[in-house]
């Protein structure tokens, strides 16, 4: 252990004083986050909250595959691992001294990632030091597995880099690192519950947003330590001094059963059936309302356009609300509406949007899109948004205003509706000047795309303000 420790501490000194070292340990993880909490999450603290588990995750596998991996296939390359062969020193003490300088330099990473997030963003903390602490502490050890694992298996540098860009890109796109698992495919959604990545990004997420607690995710925070402790051993047992020790087509074999831990466990969560259903409730969270307070009351006053309150709604309902769906001449999307009573916070009745999505002709081609045509009442004053009451099943949604003008831009919303009926405000300022549009001239749309199977959304209470 100490001379482990003491490698450890050579290593840190050594990216020290690299200057290209210092920027891509500590700089270049500053440059994710102000992409993704300024442009992703425009800034909004509550968004920024969201986001910041995936830039934690990223900086963690840029550490473990582009860092400690590619270092130690460098090293044997470079002979610098001979030196150390003669010393009284085995694998064991070499891989555990490169795991421990990786962490060590992770930890001032993290820190500075959270400092810039909370005084650049105003991102509340939401989650205790000692539970921050030991998410990066179990990512880091189990993606510190990954690296090691394929540092010991690629001969070369080129090899190495090829191992690392399959790992990194398919972990990248598929695991909610950069995407929103909510926004993705069906299948994304089910291919994720077999990767690493996207356990640590739903357990920061789930912690941070829902205000989960670490021990609602021991099952993920289990996989992550079984998963290291299946890389680090691996690591051990494949380790090479020097380059001319080629590993054998067994070991190599020996090494696949490192994904074992995640076929069995991707498995038993989806049998459980409540992985999914974490990171689509945090997701809805985004689109709920704060709390309401003397200066942001929780309801603003407005000009109400619908309530469905009137006997005669249902032949109303034929008139205005219309549906389209994707272009699929078998008719695979279907779209109906019906009035269902009660409606929202104790109101009559309400609009159901329901059907079914065709997903036959490729994401994003099957869709079903409910449009409601609408004229502003005489004096209403300048448009600022448009407001809403829904409930649903937990799936993607958009709502879209479309202006008269076709030269305005046509804002829109994405949000997650749950069990509960919640608000949800679509901004739409300075898209009305002068008299009111003739009539019909606006048109509220809400579309739900992928993955195919049924949907279900209620609406209530349409207002503008």
């Known amino acids: 252990m100490?001379?482990?420790?003491?490698?450890?501490?050579?290593s840190v000194r050594l990216v020290m004083r690299t200057k290209v070292a210092l920027f891509f340990t500590f700089i270049f993880p500053l440059i994710f986050l102000f992409v993704y909490a300024g442009i992703f999450a425009h800034g909004n603290p509550r968004e920024v909250v969201y986001m910041f588990g995936?830039?934690?995750?990223?900086?963690?596998?840029?550490?473990?595959?582009?860092?400690?991996?590619?270092?130690?296939?460098?090293?044997?390359?470079?002979?610098?691992?001979?030196?150390?062969?003669?010393?009284?020193?085995?694998?064991?003490s070499m891989v555990l001294g490169s795991l421990l300088a990786n962490y060590l330099l992770e930890l001032p990473t993290i820190a500075l990632l959270l400092f810039c997030a909370m005084v650049f963003f105003h991102m509340p903390l939401g989650i205790s030091l000692l539970t921050l602490l030991i998410l990066v502490t179990v990512g880091t050890f189990a993606f510190a597995g990954f690296g090691l694992t394929i540092a010991s298996v690629a001969n070369t540098m080129q090899e190495a880099q090829v191992y690392n860009n399959i790992s990194w890109f398919a972990l990248l796109f598929l695991s909610g690192v950069t995407v929103p698992l909510p926004m993705l495919p069906q299948w994304v959604q089910r291919l994720a519950a077999f990767l690493p990545a996207?356990?640590?990004?739903?357990?920061?997420?789930a912690i941070m947003v829902s205000h989960d607690s670490l021990l609602d995710h021991s099952a993920e925070i289990l996989i992550l330590l079984i998963s290291g402790t299946f890389g680090v051993l691996l690591a051990w047992k494949l380790f090479r001094w020097e380059k001319d020790e080629r590993i054998s087509t067994h070991a190599r074999l020996t090494a696949l059963s490192f994904v074992a831990p995640f076929l069995i466990m991707g498995?038993?969560?989806?049998?459980?059936?409540?992985?999914?259903a974490t990171w689509k409730d945090t997701f809805s969270l985004l689109s709920q309302p704060k709390a309401a307070t003397p200066q942001h009351p929780a309801v603003l006053e407005g000009i109400l356009l619908n309530d469905f309150e009137s006997l005669e709604q249902a032949e109303i309902l034929l008139k205005t609300w219309q549906v389209s769906t994707g272009p699929n001449a078998g008719g695979g999307s279907l779209g109906e509406f019906e009035v269902i009573t009660p409606g929202?916070?104790?109101?009559?009745?309400?609009?159901?949007?329901?059907?079914?999505?065709d997903g036959s002709?490729?994401?994003?081609?099957?869709?079903?899109?409910?449009?409601?045509?609408?004229?502003?009442?005489?004096?209403?004053?300048?448009?600022?948004?448009?407001?809403?009451?829904?409930?649903?099943?937990?799936?993607?949604?958009?709502?879209?205003?479309?202006?008269?003008?076709?030269?305005?831009?046509?804002?829109?919303?994405?949000?997650?509706?749950?069990a509960e009926w919640q608000i949800v405000r679509l901004p739409a300022a300075g898209l009305t000047t002068g008299p009111p549009a003739p009539k019909n001239s606006w048109i509220?749309?809400?579309?739900?795309e992928g993955p195919p199977g049924k949907f279900q959304l209620d609406i209530d209470e349409i207002r503008v303000y």
């Open 2 to 10: 100490i001379h482990s420790l003491r490698i450890a501490l050579m």
């Open 54 to 92: 995936p830039v934690v995750t990223l900086n963690i596998m840029s550490s473990a595959f582009f860092g400690l991996g590619l270092q130690s296939v460098m090293q044997r390359e470079r002979g610098s691992l001979r030196r150390y062969r003669l010393a009284p020193l085995g694998p064991g």
């Open 198 to 205: 996207t356990y640590l990004v739903s357990s920061f997420q």
């Open 267 to 276: 498995f038993w969560m989806l049998e459980r059936g409540t992985f999914a």
């Open 344 to 357: 929202a916070d104790g109101t009559g009745h309400a609009l159901r949007f329901k059907g079914r999505v």
């Open 361 to 418: 002709l490729g994401p994003g081609q099957g869709y079903v899109t409910a449009r409601y045509p609408f004229t502003l009442p005489s004096g209403a004053p300048p448009l600022r948004g448009i407001q809403f009451e829904v409930r649903g099943d937990s799936r993607l949604f958009q709502a879209k205003l479309t202006p008269p003008d076709p030269e305005l831009p046509a804002p829109s919303l994405n949000f997650v509706p749950d």
């Open 444 to 448: 509220l749309e809400f579309r739900v």
